[in-house]
């Protein structure tokens, strides 16, 4: 049986609208267990003060705590400390890739290549730097079980791709792509490689190296830690050639009056006071992640996914995406529509009935227009769901229309 995650999450022992909670909405924001809230609270409590700045004793332990994380972060990663830049989150990572390097080696006549299942925080970023370097954004399309389509890798990867950038997971549709081979190809012609990784770090183990990604990026708050704290890595070789996102304190060697050097890697990237709380709270999630242990995390959302999709298609009006595929590459995303309902009374039905989920296009309009639709409804799940939730989300569902008046 397995171990009741429940005790470690208050929030997910109450209720919602009169009604137990179940927490389907992991693939926008998870929630965080005691030991990540006591680390943030033990921080602002203890040795609040900025890093870097002190040589007095609370800035001391500050510093202790961000640079530990970062080393904790690399460990994680399998990177180098100073290949981990601190951020907001994945959508700022994406956003200093773009701005810092996309903006400085892209030109006209080249190319960027993406996805069409790309979060618009790896898709709009890109658009950008197309329009003001020139560059061609082309995009990999989906084969009908919702992998990318292999021919279209075949015949848009060439010489003159300059970035490929791709989620490893996507947000909508949970389907893992093959991030290593795609980035073995890129690199054969001479491209980098930006991996999103916002969905898969939190749920499978992420080892960059192996990879061989130059960058990527991802978002505390969607593996347990507290919004406000992301993580870019970048290979350090190429950090070092990109001029800096951001300026001000704590990212400069010295200021003159006229002329400015910047300080080495990872602080050339870390303008103004740092989130050291957010830190915190990311290493305190690492640990608790660890202490699962990504076999587990995958082995429960396996369970979860199948359960679903399995109840789900039991019911003729409801509609699946991204739940056809045979590569046994399926995290716990599962995105449908109900017959003649729309996706946001779906969700304020289901917010009833003390199930949360996500409706609207989930920050990836092109892929739900891919799809012949304008919304959809997404469950997301995390290792501390129980089938207790899924036969909710089931009963709410078979709930839908009849409130609707349609059965």
Known sequence: MNKNF??????????????????????????????????????????NANPHRGVYELSVKATKIYEDTRRKVAEFLNARPQE??????????????????????????DEILITIAEHHSNLVPWQMVARATGATLNYIYLAADGNLNEADIAAKLTKRTKI?????ISNVLGLI????TLAARAHEVGAIVVVDGAQSVPHIAVDVKDLDADFLVFSGHKML????????????KILDAMPPFLSGGD?????????TTFAELPQKFEAGTQNVGG???LSAAIDYLRGVGFEEISRIERDLTNFAVAELKRLPYVELYGCDSTRDNKIGIVT???RDVHPHDVATILDAQGVAIRAGHHCAQPLIKFLGQTSTCRASFYFYNTRRDIECLIEAVERVRSVMHLD
Not at 35 to 44: A, T
Not at 225 to 236: A, C, R
């Open 251 to 259: 990212m400069i060697e010295y200021v003159e009056e006229q002329a």
């Open 164 to 168: 490929l950038a791709v989620t490893q």
């Open 84 to 109: 981990i830049i601190f951020t907001k989150n994945a959508t700022e990572s994406l956003n200093l890739v773009a701005y810092s390097y996309g903006l400085t080696n892209l030109h006209a006549g």
């Open 336 to 338: 449908f529509n109900i």
């Open 225 to 236: 830690s507290p919004m406000g704290i992301g993580v870019l890595y970048g290979k350090k």
């Open 6 to 47: 429940l005790n470690d999450f208050p929030i997910l022992r109450g209720n919602m609208n009169g009604q137990p909670l179940a927490y389907l909405d992991n693939g926008a924001t998870t929630q965080k267990p005691e030991s990540v809230v006591r680390s943030i609270c033990g921080y602002y409590g203890g040795c």
């Open 177 to 180: 792509n093959d991030v290593k």
């Open 279 to 281: 830190a915190a709270g």
